[in-house]
C-alpha cells in the first residue's frame, strides 16, 4: 500500500477546529435587485463554521440567488457577506475558499472523473505524484474508485454527484454550497444521497450551505434552517424549532402540514388560555406567548398530535380538547391514514398511524363516520396575535 | 400518394438537372478532340494539366496557402466574438451584432468592390496580402454564426464549475470552454477553407497583378476559351471534392463519439 | 466573471476587423458616390451627385431592369423548384443520403459550374450538335438572357433546397391529416397548413436566391449577352475601364441600398405574419 485511505488520515488533513473557526459566513444587509425586482431585502444572519446549514424556500423566495451570491457569481446591490473574517463581497469566485455543487453538476464532458476531480489541482501547479495521490482518496470518499477513468456521459445521476463532491472537496474549501443537489434524482436514490451527504459532512467536517425547497430534506439533516419567502428570511432555527415552534403561520403551513384555529381569548390562566372559536366552540391552549384577553389570535396544531376516535376515549383530563366531527376524506398509506374531519365549518386534518395501542385504535374509522379528535393542549403552538 | 411522386419526380428531374452538366465535363475530359463531337478516348488534357501548366499549380498553391491563413486567423477572431456575444455584455454590443450579420447578407460584389476602393485610397498595394484581408473579412461572419449555434446548447454551468473550482479567466478559456467548443469550431474553420477556395468575385476585385488564385486563374483560362484542360481540371477539382467531403464527414463522426 | 472588462477583450478582435475592413470601406464608397470624378480616375474631393446621373442614362436604367427581372425570375424559379425537391428529401427514408446528393454539385467550384453550361449551351455545344443530328435548326441557348437565368437557378439551386428541408423537417406532417380530417382537400390543406408553417424556410430560401442573384458578376460575364448585362458588369467596368469610380460607387450603393431595403421587408414580412392565418 503506498498510502492509508481511511477515514482517519482525513481527520489529521482536517484541523476540525481551525477549519470551522474559518468556515462560519456571515451576511450583512445584502440587497439585491432584478429589473426592478427586488429579490433580497435586506438579508442578515450568520451560519456557523462546520453546520450543516439549510436555506429552504418555494421558487422565487430568493435562496438560489443568496447561494450564487456567497459562491460569487451575483454582486450585491448592498451589503457586505464575510467569510470568517474576510470581506469577501467582491472578490470573484475563483478568489474565494468556497466551492459550489451544481444542480446539474456540471462536470467537464471533456475529462475523465479522474482529470475532473484532478482539475482544481492541476490549476494550482501542484506536483503530478501528490494529485495522484490526493485524486485516489477522494475517490475512495466517494466510493467511485473504479470508474476514475469513465467519463461523466457513462455515469448515472448519483455516480455525477458524487464526482462533483469529491472534486469540490479536494480544495479543501473552507465552506460546500450545494444548490438543490437531488433535485434532479428520483425520489429513493435522492433519500440515499441525502444521507451519503450525512456522512461526507460527519466526515469533513466543514461548512455545508444546502439550498432545497423540499422541506423533508431540510429537516432530515440540517443543523439549522433558514425559512425564506419573497427574499426575506422568516426563521431561522434548528429543524425541531422550525417546526415546533414555527414564527409564524407561513412557516408552520411550508414545514409539514398543519392545522390552524383562529378565535378570540376568552380567559387567561397561568400557563394556559382559552380561545372562542366560531365553528366549534371553546378551545384550551398552551401560553407560548403573553396574550390577554379579547385579542384574536392564531394557534397552529399539528395533525399527528391530534387523535380521531370511534368511540369516546376513556383517558380525557381537562387538558385536552375534544369535538365531534364527520370523516370527510381518508387517505390510506399503509403506514398510516391521514383523516380529513370537518368540526362545524373548519377541515381538520389528522394522522393516524396504524399501531394498536389502545382499544380505540383497533376500530376501523371509515368515510363518512362520526368520530371524534381530540388533541392535548400542550401539543398546540401559539403562532401569533392577529 | 399523387404528391409524393409529383416530388419524386421534381426531385430526379433535379437531380439530372444538377449532374448532368458535371457528366458532361467528365466525359469531355477523355475526349480526344477539342471539340463537343467524340475523337477517341484520351489523357493527353490530364497530361497537359499535371505536366505543362505551371501557372495554375502555381496559383493553386497561392490558393491554399490564402485559404488556410486566412481561415485561421478569421476562426480565432470569429470564435472569440462568438464568446463575447453569447457570454458578455458590452456598449457595443448591438453594434457589432449588425456588422457581423450584414456581410452574410450583402452581395459579394459590394465587399470586393468597396475593399478595392478602400485599398486603392489608402494606396495599399494590391497583392497576395490584400486578397489575405479580403477572405479574412468575409469568413468571420460565418465562423462567428456557426460557433455561436453551438454556444447556444453550451452548458454554461461547466464555465462558472471552472471559475468556481479557481480558474481564471484565461485558464478557464484554454481548459474548459475551447475543448468543449472543438467541433464548432472546427466546423467553422472547414467552412471557411472551403468559402476561400471557392470565391472568385472578392478575390477577383482585390487582386493585384501576378498574384492569382484557382479560382481568378480558371476565369482566366474559361475567358481565352482554353476549354479541354479546364475539363481535365473540373474533373480533378470534382474528384477532389468528393474525396474531401468524405474525409470530412469521417473526422466529423470521429468526433462526435 | 461577466465583467465588462472580459467582453470587451473577447470582441475587441472582431469589433475592429469589421469595422476596418468592412463599415470603412462601405462608407467610402457611400462618400466616394458624392464626389466628383478624378481627370486620369480616382476622385476629387469635391461634392458632386454626377455620380448618380446614371439614372438619366437609358442604357443602364435598362441594366437596372435587365438585373431585377432576371433576380425574380431567378428567384421565384429557384424556389418552386427548391418546394417540392426538399420536401421529398425530408420525407424520405433516405434523407440523410439524398441531402449528400444534391450538395456534391455545389461543392465543386462555383466558376467550373458556370462553365459545364458553356460547351452544353454553347453554339457549338452538345445541345446544338443534337438538334443538327435530328435535322433540326440550331438554336442560340448561350450569351443570352435565357443562359443567365438558366445557370443563375444552376448555381443557387441548393442555397434554396437547403433552408427548405431544414424547415420542412421540424413540420409535423400530422397537421395535414387534421387539416383533411376536418374537410379540408388535399390541394388546400397543402396551401393552408403546409406552406404558412414552412414560411420562415421560403424566407431564407427567398434571401439567399435573389440577393446573390441581385449581385451577379460572373453569370452574367461568362454566359450573358447584350440583353442580359447586370448591375455587377457594370460596376466592374465603371471601376476598371472607364474609371469612373464615383459613378461605380453610386450604383454600388444603389445596389447595397436595394438589398436592404429587400431585407427589411422580408424581415417584417416574417415578424407580421408568424402564426399565419386560415
Not at chain 1, 444521507?195 to 450551505?209: C, K
Not at chain 3, 443570352?144 to 413540420?171: D, M, Q, R, T
Request: with cysteine; glycine share 6%.
Amino acid at each position: 500500500m503506498y498510502f492509508d485511505v481511511s477515514i482517519d488520515t482525513f481527520k489529521i488533513y482536517i484541523v476540525r477546529s481551525g477549519i470551522m473557526k474559518q468556515g462560519n459566513i456571515k451576511i450583512d444587509s445584502i440587497s439585491k435587485s432584478f429589473d426592478g425586482v427586488e429579490v433580497l431585502k435586506n438579508i442578515s444572519f450568520e451560519i456557523k463554521g462546520g453546520e450543516f446549514f439549510s436555506i429552504l424556500g418555494g421558487s422565487g423566495c430568493g435562496k438560489t440567488t443568496l447561494l450564487r451570491m456567497i459562491a460569487g457569481f451575483i454582486e450585491a446591490d448592498k451589503g457586505a457577506i464575510y467569510l470568517g473574517k474576510k470581506d469577501i463581497t467582491h472578490l470573484s469566485p475563483n478568489k474565494r475558499d468556497v466551492n459550489t455543487i451544481f444542480q446539474t453538476y456540471a462536470l467537464f464532458p471533456h475529462l475523465t472523473i479522474y482529470e475532473n476531480i484532478a482539475f482544481p489541482l492541476r490549476l494550482k501547479k501542484v506536483k503530478e505524484a501528490e494529485i495522484d495521490r490526493e485524486v485516489k482518496k477522494y475517490l475512495e470518499l466517494v466510493k467511485l474508485s473504479e470508474h476514475a477513468n469513465k467519463y461523466s456521459s457513462q455515469l448515472s445521476g448519483g455516480q455525477k454527484q458524487r464526482v462533483a463532491i469529491a472534486r469540490a472537496l479536494i480544495n479543501k474549501p473552507k465552506v460546500l454550497l450545494l444548490d438543490e443537489p437531488l433535485s434532479a434524482l428520483d425520489a429513493k436514490l435522492r433519500q440515499h444521497m441525502l444521507i451519503e451527504l450525512d456522512n461526507i459532512h460527519e466526515e469533513v467536517g466543514i461548512t455545508f450551505v444546502f439550498v432545497t425547497h423540499d422541506q423533508q430534506e431540510a429537516l432530515s439533516v440540517s443543523d439549522r434552517i433558514a425559512v425564506m419567502k419573497d427574499g426575506e428570511v422568516l426563521q431561522i432555527g434548528t429543524p425541531n424549532e422550525i417546526y415546533e415552534s414555527p414564527a409564524n403561520a407561513y412557516v408552520a403551513d411550508f414545514i409539514g402540514e398543519t392545522n390552524f384555529i383562529e378565535g378570540e381569548v376568552v380567559e387567561v390562566e397561568e400557563n394556559f388560555a382559552y380561545l372562542e372559536s366560531t365553528s366549534y366552540g371553546r378551545i384550551k391552549f398552551e401560553l407560548d406567548k403573553e396574550v390577554m384577553v379579547g385579542q384574536y389570535v392564531k394557534l397552529t396544531i399539528r395533525p399527528e398530535k391530534v387523535k380521531v376516535t370511534k368511540s369516546k376515549p376513556r383517558y380525557l383530563d381537562d387538558n385536552d380538547n375534544i369535538f365531534k366531527g364527520k370523516v370527510e376524506e381518508m387517505i390510506y398509506s399503509g403506514f398510516q391514514s391521514k383523516f380529513f374531519v370537518t368540526v362545524g365549518n373548519q377541515l381538520f386534518s389528522a394522522f393516524k398511524q396504524h399501531v394498536d395501542f389502545f382499544e380505540e385504535d383497533a376500530e376501523t374509522i371509515h368515510w363518512k363516520d362520526e368520530v371524534y379528535i381530540i388533541w392535548d393542549s400542550a401539543d398546540s403552538f401559539l403562532l401569533e396575535v392577529i | 400518394m399523387n404528391k409524393k411522386k409529383f416530388s419524386m419526380n421534381i426531385f430526379i428531374l433535379t437531380l439530372v438537372f444538377l449532374y448532368l452538366p458535371l457528366v458532361v465535363l467528365i466525359v469531355q475530359s477523355f475526349n480526344s478532340g477539342k471539340g463537343v463531337s467524340w475523337d477517341g478516348f484520351s489523357l493527353k488534357w490530364y497530361d497537359e494539366l499535371f505536366n505543362h501548366s505551371a501557372r495554375l499549380w502555381t496559383s493553386f498553391k497561392y490558393s491554399i496557402l490564402i485559404a488556410v491563413t486566412s481561415s485561421i486567423i478569421s476562426t480565432a477572431i470569429g470564435t472569440l466574438g462568438a464568446i463575447s456575444l453569447q457570454w458578455y455584455s458590452f456598449k457595443h454590443k448591438k453594434y457589432l451584432q449588425v456588422i457581423s450579420y450584414l456581410p452574410l447578407v450583402l452581395p459579394d460584389i459590394i465587399m470586393g468592390v468597396s475593399l478595392l476602393i478602400l485599398f486603392t485610397s489608402i494606396k495599399f498595394k494590391l497583392g497576395l496580402f490584400s486578397i489575405f484581408l479580403a477572405h479574412t473579412t468575409f469568413n468571420i461572419p460565418f465562423v462567428l454564426f456557426i460557433v455561436l449555434s453551438r454556444l447556444h446548447d453550451f452548458d454554461y454551468s461547466i464555465v462558472e464549475a471552472a471559475y468556481d473550482l479557481g480558474a481564471t479567466e484565461k485558464e478557464t478559456l484554454t481548459k474548459v470552454v475551447l475543448p468543449n467548443l472543438m467541433p464548432g469550431i472546427i466546423s467553422g474553420l472547414l467552412m471557411s477553407i472551403t468559402l476561400s477556395l471557392d470565391d472568385f468575385v472578392i478575390t477577383f476585385f482585390v487582386a493585384g497583378p501576378g498574384s492569382s488564385t484557382l479560382p481568378l486563374h480558371i476565369y482566366s483560362m474559361i475567358k481565352f476559351g482554353v476549354s479541354p484542360v479546364i475539363n481535365a481540371l473540373s474533373v480533378i477539382l470534382i474528384a477532389g471534392t468528393i474525396a474531401l467531403a468524405m474525409s470530412t464527414k469521417k473526422i466529423q463522426k470521429y468526433m462526435v463519439s | 466573471m461577466k465583467n465588462q472588462r472580459n467582453g470587451l477583450v473577447y470582441s475587441a478582435p472582431i469589433t475592429l476587423w469589421l469595422t476596418l475592413l468592412f463599415v470603412a470601406p462601405t462608407l467610402i464608397v457611400i462618400i466616394y458616390s458624392f464626389l466628383k470624378k478624378g481627370i486620369y480616375g480616382g476622385v476629387e474631393w469635391i461634392f458632386s451627385i454626377d455620380g448618380y446621373n446614371f439614372f438619366k442614362s437609358s442604357y443602364f436604367l435598362k441594366v437596372v431592369w435587365n438585373t431585377v427581372e432576371i433576380s425574380v425570375v431567378v428567384t421565384f424559379l429557384t424556389v418552386l423548384i427548391a418546394i417540392p425537391v426538399a420536401l421529398y428529401i425530408a420525407t424520405s427514408k433516405y434523407k440523410n443520403f439524398l441531402l449528400f446528393l444534391i450538395i456534391i454539385p455545389f461543392w465543386t467550384n462555383f466558376l467550373i459550374r458556370i462553365y459545364s453550361w458553356i460547351s452544353l449551351l454553347g453554339n457549338n455545344g452538345l445541345l446544338n450538335n443534337l438538334l443538327i443530328k435530328f435535322g433540326l435548326e440550331p438554336h442560340q441557348f448561350i450569351y443570352n438572357k435565357f443562359a443567365v437565368i438558366l445557370v443563375s437557378i444552376y448555381a443557387y439551386l441548393p442555397y434554396a433546397i437547403l433552408p427548405l428541408y431544414s424547415a420542412i423537417e421540424k413540420f409535423d406532417f400530422a397537421i395535414i391529416d387534421a387539416a383533411r380530417d376536418l374537410g379540408a382537400s388535399k390541394m388546400k390543406a397543402y396551401m393552408k397548413t403546409f406552406l404558412p408553417n414552412i414560411k420562415p424556410g421560403i424566407i431564407t430560401a427567398t434571401l439567399f436566391t435573389f440577393i446573390p442573384a441581385l449581385g451577379s458578376y460572373a453569370i452574367p460575364k461568362l454566359v450573358g449577352g447584350n440583353d442580359s448585362q447586370m448591375l455587377g458588369n457594370v460596376i466592374a467596368r465603371e471601376l476598371t475601364i472607364t474609371r469612373d469610380w464615383p459613378k461605380a460607387a453610386a450604383i454600388s450603393t444603389i445596389l447595397t441600398i436595394i438589398t436592404v431595403i429587400f431585407i427589411i421587408v422580408l424581415s417584417k414580412y416574417d415578424k407580421d405574419h408568424k402564426g399565419g392565418k386560415v
